[in-house]
Each structure stands twice: as structure tokens, then as C-alpha cells.
């Protein structure tokens, strides 16, 4: 299974943009990468995923390099609310090829600062 | 809210006891995943059942099982519980197929005395 690297944590001032680097250099060509995040105890968020090609939602945008060994995550206007532990997930696939559970690291915890 | 239902949010319970915990998917997700994140061990996969077959096995002790009924949702039994099991177990869904995310429930607190 593609392992992730993330920064064990980041600081944010409240309005600017949060870049959350992942870097997962041993994913495969048909492994999708996941971003979730979980505020204090609550369930984990799930926030945006790609496979090569850049996404963007109403939370968030996810760049992933071309070579798909890492990508980034951004807030674009990072809140109070958005301080939470941030992780990065190459999903893995069952036997059969069909997608699986998802494997959580550590994570980044981000702190956004008033 | 996720659509995820998770019952009971809050479970205390003694040594050596037996309880089972209950996981609503949410509409037309045929897919439910259990978890549990302990203090020191993060957010764990245990199991994973589609359309009421096992499909992937995590680190799932042998005194935990589950199962997935025709309606869809799903129980974790948890027994000879010891104080390591306290823990939070969260479950999770997604529709069949495709590369459609897991949605997690906010969990049930276990607490073992």
C-alpha cells in the first residue's frame, strides 16, 4: 500500500490560503489520492480526492504533481473553524481491483491563528 | 451531517462484558467500513462489508466481530472487553463501485471500566 508523508503540523493566520503538502512517491497509476480532516473527535470530513488531474470544490482544491508523487491541499481563505488534523490518503484497492478502506497516517494538525 | 448514523454515541461498560454497536449507512451505500482510534494508536481499519459480504480485513482482534444485514447496516460486537478497547468506533459508507468516497458517522465512545 502507497505510504503518505505530511508535516506534523502547520500554523495559518485566519484569511490567507493553507498549502498542506503530502508527498506519496510510491502510489501507483490507478491509485486515487484522498484528503480528509477530523476536528477534535468528531468523525473524519472527507474534503476532495484526484487521480492525476487538479480538483477543486467548495472546500478546497488539490494540486497533485505530474509525476503524482505529491500533492497539495489548499484552503483558500483558512477560518477558526478550519484548525483540525488534516490527513492525506492513497486509497487502497481490494483483491479484484475494486476500490477499499482507506488507510489513515498522523496527519497535520493545522492551527489557524486570529 | 454526513447521513452516517451511529448508535449508541456513548457506551460505558465493565471489563470482560460483551456489547455491540449499530451503524446506518447512508441511503443507497452498499459499502460500510468500521474503525477505531484509540488515544495512542490513531484511526485504525477494522472491517469492511459490501452488500452484506466481508470484502477486506484490518487489524480486527478475534474477540471483535461484525456483520452486515440485508437492510444494509451494520453491527460491531466487541466482547470479553478489556480497558485497551476504549476507544472511539467510527463507521463509514460509500455506494458500490467506482472511486466514490467513505463518509463517516461521528462515532460511538466506548469507555471500558
Known amino acids: 500500500d502507497a505510504k503518505t508523508t505530511q508535516p506534523t503540523s502547520m500554523d495559518c493566520a485566519e484569511g490567507r490560503a493553507a498549502n498542506l503538502p503530502c508527498n506519496h512517491s510510491?502510489?501507483?497509476?490507478?491509485?486515487?489520492v484522498y484528503w480528509y480532516r477530523q476536528i477534535h473527535s468528531q468523525g473524519p470530513q472527507y474534503i476532495i480526492h484526484?487521480?492525476?488531474n487538479n480538483e477543486t470544490n467548495e472546500m478546497a482544491s488539490l494540486i497533485i504533481t505530474e509525476d503524482r508523487k505529491s500533492s497539495t491541499l489548499i484552503l483558500p481563505h483558512a477560518t477558526l473553524r478550519d484548525t483540525a488534523v488534516y490527513y492525506c490518503?492513497?486509497?487502497?484497492?481490494?483483491?479484484?481491483?475494486?476500490?477499499?478502506?482507506?488507510?489513515f497516517g498522523k496527519g497535520t494538525k493545522l492551527s489557524v491563528k486570529p | 451531517d454526513s447521513g452516517v448514523t451511529q448508535t449508541p454515541k456513548h457506551l460505558i461498560t465493565a471489563t470482560g462484558q460483551r456489547v455491540t454497536l449499530r451503524c446506518s449507512p447512508r441511503?443507497?451505500?452498499?459499502?460500510v467500513y468500521w474503525y477505531q482510534q484509540s488515544l495512542d494508536q490513531g484511526l485504525q481499519f477494522l472491517i469492511q462489508?459490501?452488500?452484506?459480504?466481508?470484502?477486506a480485513k484490518g487489524n480486527i482482534l478475534e474477540r471483535f466481530s461484525a456483520q452486515q444485514f440485508p437492510d444494509l447496516h451494520s453491527e460491531l460486537n466487541l466482547s470479553s472487553l478489556e480497558l485497551g478497547d476504549s476507544a472511539l468506533y467510527f463507521c463509514?459508507?460509500?455506494?458500490?463501485?467506482?472511486?466514490?468516497?467513505?463518509?463517516f458517522g461521528n462515532g460511538t465512545r466506548l469507555t471500558v471500566t
Open positions: 463509514a459508507s460509500s455506494p458500490s463501485g467506482g472511486n466514490s468516497p467513505l463518509h
Open positions: 510510491t502510489i501507483s497509476g490507478n491509485e486515487y
Open positions: 484526484g487521480l492525476k
Open positions: 490518503i492513497v486509497r487502497v484497492r481490494n483483491y479484484g481491483g475494486s476500490q477499499g478502506n482507506l488507510i
Open positions: 441511503s443507497g451505500d452498499l459499502s
Open positions: 462489508y459490501y452488500n452484506g459480504e466481508e470484502r
